[in-house]
């Protein structure tokens, strides 16, 4: 973390977190946004979800990309921690593991702002009760 030294770089840091902020505030109007939600249960954590949790805010702030990322308990995929849910507008939501800060930035780049998957999607393993 950068060392604050004047008025200015307090201000700056202040509109950061403001920035990083309303991202995860946005939940009100998410029918078209894209919705990220990592994984933040204790194995989640452990691996390491809180440092590709704020790698993915700040790819999708530098990037202007409207996205919710927000934090979600267990989704039962321990064994694949760090895990990230993608929710598109209007598409199945998506659930990726083992990513590191460097595959979050990937993900980010290629997945939500490219539309390319990435390796490390696990599969659905389940079926709604609205399909039966």
Request: proline fraction near 5%; charged fraction near 25%.
């Amino acid at each position: 973390m950068e060392k604050i030294k004047s008025l200015s770089d307090l201000k700056k840091k202040r509109e950061e977190l403001q920035s990083n902020l309303k991202l995860r505030e946005q939940g009100e109007n998410i029918e078209n946004a894209i919705v990220v939600k990592v994984a933040m249960a204790t194995c989640g954590i452990a691996s390491g979800a809180k440092q590709v949790m704020e790698v993915i805010i700040n790819e999708c702030n530098k990037r202007n990309i409207p996205a919710v990322v927000t934090q979600t308990g267990c989704m039962g995929y321990c064994y694949a921690e760090p895990t990230v849910e993608v929710t598109k507008p209007g598409e199945a939501p998506i659930v990726f593991g083992y990513i590191t800060p460097l595959k979050a930035e990937e993900l980010v780049t290629k997945y939500i702002a490219g539309n390319e998957l990435l390796d490390g999607i696990i599969p659905v393993n389940y079926e709604k009760i609205d399909n039966k």
